[in-house]
């Protein structure tokens, strides 16, 4: 009876185990995406998990939980088991920026281990075409002379979208207005209007090509290639340390490390392959692979960086 008891109490203890390294994966892998479908979240992680996945040999099932900017599926994943069997989509905003304007159901620092950094947001700084500036220091002469008649449009409180606005009022010296608008969508079609004089977002880029807005600099590292002469955000003057919208994926806390090096290996991996770059950049995306150390510093400096911003702009989600 003893026995039986031993053998059982075993037997239930290594179900629960986390899988070993060299079994792994020997099912379909889940990744929880905290947002709907159709974002740029959904569609980065899909792009590159897809052929994650084929690269490991196991189907990977793609489980969108949206709701209260990403918190929702936030606080699911770090409940699952650390078995290499459940990660989670991430973005800069989950990471760096929404801790410092409200409680959040987890410690983006404790709950999760960093797996990789995927892509990155094209963004732009662009102008209505009525406002007469044709590049970023005739703008900022623009506000300083009309100071609280311009506005920027931003996807909503809090967001990066407004934090860019908030950034170059802060180093630029000038007072422009935030018009916050319930999605990108919406404050870009205002945008388009001439309702707001500029705005600091992805959605701006299609109508920069199609000539409808001005585009004045690139809220990224390197410029554009399909509009490289447009310079970026930094040489300008008032460039950022970081701070560009980015993709990532994370496990919980507990996976051991050869699984998550496998897996960030598969991202690298997938990251170099032609067909990924080509939907990375018709999604208006490109490639910027951090390994889990390089995402962990890069978390940290672009949190320091934000809750800077925050504090001396005074943001407020209500």
Request: aromatic residues 8%; charged residues 20%.
């Given at each position: 009876?003893?026995?039986?008891?031993?053998?059982?109490?075993?037997?239930?203890?290594?179900?629960?185990?986390?899988?070993?390294?060299?079994?792994?994966?020997?099912?379909?892998?889940?990744?929880?995406?905290?947002?709907?479908?159709?974002?740029?979240?959904?569609?980065?992680?899909?792009?590159?998990?897809?052929?994650?996945?084929?690269?490991?040999?196991?189907?990977?099932?793609?489980?969108?939980?949206?709701?209260?900017?990403?918190?929702?599926?936030?606080?699911?994943?770090?409940t699952q088991p650390a078995?290499?069997?459940?990660?989670?989509?991430?973005?800069?905003?989950?990471?760096?920026?929404?801790?410092?304007?409200?409680?959040?159901?987890?410690?983006?620092?404790?709950?999760?281990?960093?797996?990789?950094?995927?892509?990155?947001?094209?963004?732009?700084?662009?102008?209505?075409?009525?406002?007469?500036?044709?590049?970023?220091?005739?703008?900022?002469?623009?506000?300083?002379?009309?100071?609280?008649?311009?506005?920027?449009?931003?996807?909503?409180?809090?967001?990066?979208?407004?934090?860019?606005?908030?950034?170059?009022?802060?180093?630029?010296?000038?007072?422009?207005?935030?018009?916050?608008?319930?999605?990108?969508?919406?404050?870009?079609?205002?945008?388009?209007?001439?309702?707001?004089?500029?705005?600091?977002?992805?959605?701006?880029?299609?109508?920069?090509?199609?000539g409808r807005l001005r585009?004045?600099?690139?809220?990224?590292?390197?410029?554009?290639?399909?509009?490289?002469?447009?310079?970026?955000?930094?040489?300008?003057?008032?460039?950022?340390?970081?701070?560009?919208?980015?993709?990532?994926?994370?496990?919980?806390?507990?996976?051991?490390?050869?699984?998550?090096?496998?897996?960030?290996?598969?991202?690298?991996?997938?990251?170099?392959?032609?067909?990924?770059?080509?939907?990375?950049?018709?999604?208006?995306?490109?490639?910027?692979?951090?390994?889990?150390?390089?995402?962990?510093?890069?978390?940290?400096?672009?949190?320091?960086?934000?809750?800077?911003?925050?504090?001396?702009?005074?943001?407020?989600?209500?």
């Amino acid at each position: 009876m003893l026995r039986r008891r031993f053998v059982t109490a075993a037997v239930a203890s290594a179900a629960i185990l986390p899988a070993r390294a060299d079994e792994w994966p020997s099912r379909q892998i889940k990744i929880v995406i905290p947002y709907p479908p159709g974002g740029p979240t959904d569609i980065s992680t899909r792009i590159v998990m897809e052929k994650v996945g084929r690269l490991l040999g196991q189907p990977i099932l793609f489980d969108n939980k949206g709701g209260a900017s990403g918190m929702i599926g936030a606080e699911y994943a770090k409940t699952q088991p650390a078995d290499g069997y459940t990660f989670l989509a991430n973005t800069i905003a989950m990471m760096a920026i929404t801790r410092h304007l409200q409680p959040i159901p987890f410690d983006p620092d404790k709950d999760f281990l960093t797996v990789a950094r995927m892509a990155t947001s094209w963004g732009a700084m662009a102008v209505h075409p009525s406002v007469p500036a044709q590049n970023v220091a005739e703008f900022v002469a623009y506000v300083k002379a009309n100071p609280g008649k311009v506005n920027w449009g931003s996807s909503g409180l809090g967001t990066i979208t407004q934090l860019y606005g908030e950034m170059l009022n802060l180093e630029a010296g000038i007072k422009m207005v935030h018009v916050p608008y319930k999605g990108s969508a919406q404050a870009t079609q205002d945008l388009l209007s001439g309702q707001v004089q500029v705005q600091f977002d992805s959605t701006v880029l299609p109508h920069i090509l199609a000539g409808r807005l001005r585009g004045l600099a690139m809220l990224a590292d390197t410029r554009w290639p399909h509009k490289s002469e447009i310079p970026t955000l930094k040489e300008t003057g008032y460039g950022k340390q970081g701070g560009d919208s980015w993709f990532g994926l994370v496990a919980p806390v507990g996976l051991p490390a050869p699984i998550v090096t496998r897996m960030t290996q598969a991202i690298d991996q997938a990251l170099k392959s032609p067909d990924v770059l080509d939907r990375l950049d018709k999604g208006g995306l490109k490639a910027t692979y951090l390994d889990p150390a390089a995402m962990r510093a890069e978390i940290d400096t672009e949190s320091r960086y934000f809750a800077d911003i925050i504090k001396r702009g005074n943001v407020k989600v209500n």
